[in-house]
């Protein structure tokens, strides 16, 4: 019950976040949109017991990489409406008729098929199994794939310092 | 979930959002009232006993006041700005725990909004959420002034709340060693916290008898920078560049009436919520002795509760302190406090923290 309610505000919440982003004239009102989505999204995480995931999602998403988005839109000063004009012609036809194949193949699918390659949940949710999901998540991740994750950590850090090393050089020439 | 504990959720929810107003009413008082007995003046004195309900008389005047509306604003961000100010303000409150659990009914009631999980990662969350109230009512207030304002204003709180989370996750590494394994969830952080380090130390008990075990001592670097960075966090004197009276360039300069109120009654239930948060981390929440048994069963059961404000208040009473004390930074200082000091100190005090924890746990890395 409880769970329904949730779904149907954080999906609605969602959906309505993505058509401002598509729609909004003024980039700012689009990104406060994706923030919209990223939040919503992060409420479903929740409804399905993820709350580390949707921690993450919040801080990371909602949290670090939109203020970035601002930042870059309010400073490079794009406050204004975008020209209506496009440089690729008839993209949005293009894209639009994917987009549209492909939702209606996984309407046909969710209408007609027994859709086997993401199985269901089977049985009963474990309360106390998935509510410990820091826990649940850190262990493996410091045991099985402590390599994978310290390859990661060094992969970020590169791009980091690759990207200092890229702006201080394009100073030097100038 | 039975009605019963529907209602509980519900109650406690309400109950934690009524404590954070009414604290917040008082808070505001307190610190006009303080910082008065600091300067010499009076402060305050007229609107009921003491002038205590004066925030209430405020608070009546922003209400009725005509809230101006600039002509270049953004009106659709201008509008949502100030809420998005204040619902995280109150969202964070309501993980930290403020009472002992009780027991009614047969049905555990927590003296928490909600206790998650992911307590620390949810406060983590929401403060990072706030910061776009002040980018957007910067933005859409339609004038330079605003905007300067609060980009200032993000670039201030993004920089502090990496010393805050790291020094928070220095206090997680200490706190995992205090029980069964790491946790983020405030109200096990809160119960690690409990009795004495005479009980935890047998060798030292005659001295260490009546100090509390709270996080503070192990983690007394951890503290400062933590308290540093929640006055900063919270744009309080010295670091209240964004609103302070000389500066013309606040995020909220635009904003009149009811919509400033608001941004202030974020700002104040913040300072509230964050002394909460360092209580609870450092001070050991609720903790304290209740005097079980000596005492009728209801005091002690309230005396956690008292335990809690007093220890918030004492650091509600630090920011006042601090915010009489000291001269504000300029900008220049602001940054390089944040970014040279802060930064650098939280991390060393991480890497050290981290060495003496793994040497108690796993004895020289060199041996097997």
Redesign the interface.
């Known amino acids: 019950m409880?769970e329904t309610i949730l779904f149907v505000l954080a999906a609605a919440g969602a959906l309505a976040g993505a058509v401002t982003v598509v729609l909004a004239r003024?980039p700012?009102?689009s990104a406060?949109g994706l923030?919209g989505t990223l939040?919503s999204v992060a409420v479903l995480y929740v409804v399905q017991l993820a709350?580390?995931v949707?921690?993450?999602q919040?801080?990371v998403y909602?949290?670090?990489v939109?203020?970035l988005f601002?930042?870059v839109i309010?400073?490079i000063g794009v406050?204004k409406e975008e020209k209506r004009e496009e440089n690729l012609p008839r993209q949005r036809l293009w894209v639009g008729a994917v987009a549209g194949v492909i939702i209606l193949f996984a309407a046909g699918v969710a209408v007609f098929g027994d859709f086997a390659w993401v199985p269901a949940a089977t049985g009963p949710v474990d309360q106390e199994a998935t509510?410990?999901?820091?826990?649940a998540i850190?262990e493996p991740l410091f045991t099985d794939w402590v390599l994978a994750f310290e390859a990661t950590a060094l992969l970020l850090t590169i791009a980091a310092a690759g990207a200092v090393v890229l702006a201080m050089f394009r100073r030097k020439r100038n | 979930?039975s009605w019963p504990e529907f209602w509980i959720v519900v109650l406690r929810v309400v109950a934690t959002f009524a404590l954070l107003l009414l604290v917040t009413l008082i808070n505001v008082w307190a610190e006009r009232k303080i910082l008065a007995d600091m300067q010499n003046r009076l402060g305050p004195r007229r609107a009921g006993p003491w002038g205590i309900l004066q925030t209430v008389a405020d608070g009546l005047k922003l209400f009725f006041k005509e809230a101006v509306i600039p002509r270049r604003v953004?009106i659709?961000?201008y509008l949502?700005a100030p809420f998005l100010a204040v619902v995280p303000a109150f969202l964070i409150f309501m993980v930290v725990p403020w009472g002992r659990p009780f027991t009614i009914g047969g049905n555990e009631v927590a003296l928490q909004g909600a206790d998650?999980?992911?307590g620390l990662?949810?406060i983590?969350?929401m403060s990072?959420?706030a910061?776009?109230a002040v980018?957007?009512a910067g933005?859409s207030s339609g004038s330079k002034y605003p905007?300067l304002g609060g980009?200032r204003a993000?670039a201030q709180a993004?920089s502090y709340e990496a010393a805050m989370g790291l020094a928070m996750v220095a206090v997680v590494m200490f706190s995992a060693t205090q029980g069964d394994?790491?946790?983020?969830s405030l109200s096990e952080i809160v119960e690690r916290q409990a009795g004495t380090w005479g009980d935890i130390i047998p060798a030292l008990e005659p001295v260490l008898r009546f100090v509390p075990r709270w996080n503070l001592f192990p983690q007394i670097v951890a503290f400062v920078i933590f308290f540093t960075a929640i006055v900063a966090e919270t744009n309080r004197a010295p670091f209240d560049l964004v609103e302070a009276e000389q500066e013309i360039v606040g995020f909220h300069t635009e904003y009149s009436g009811m919509r400033f109120a608001m941004f202030f009654l974020a700002e104040y239930v913040n300072i509230f919520s964050m002394s909460a948060i360092a209580a609870t981390l450092f001070l050991g929440g609720w903790n304290g002795p209740t005097f079980e048994g000596s005492v009728p069963a209801i005091v002690s059961g309230i005396l956690p509760t008292v335990w809690f404000l007093a220890k918030t208040y004492l650091l509600v009473f630090l920011f006042i302190w601090v915010r009489a004390t000291l001269p504000r930074l300029r900008y220049d200082q602001l940054m390089q406090l944040g970014w040279k000091r802060l930064i650098p100190g939280a991390l060393a005090w991480l890497v050290l923290s981290t060495a003496v924890i793994s040497f108690r746990q796993f004895g020289p890395p060199w041996s097997s």
Do not use: P
Request: overall charge negative; proline content about 0%.
């Open positions: 409880v003024n700012i009102y406060v923030l939040f709350h580390l949707a921690a993450v919040v801080i909602a949290g670090a939109m203020t601002l930042f309010m400073l406050d509510n410990g999901t820091v826990q850190a | 979930m953004e659709g961000m949502l998650l999980n992911i990662l949810f983590l969350a990072s959420l910061v776009y980018v957007l933005w905007l980009v993000t993004i394994g790491g946790t983020l």
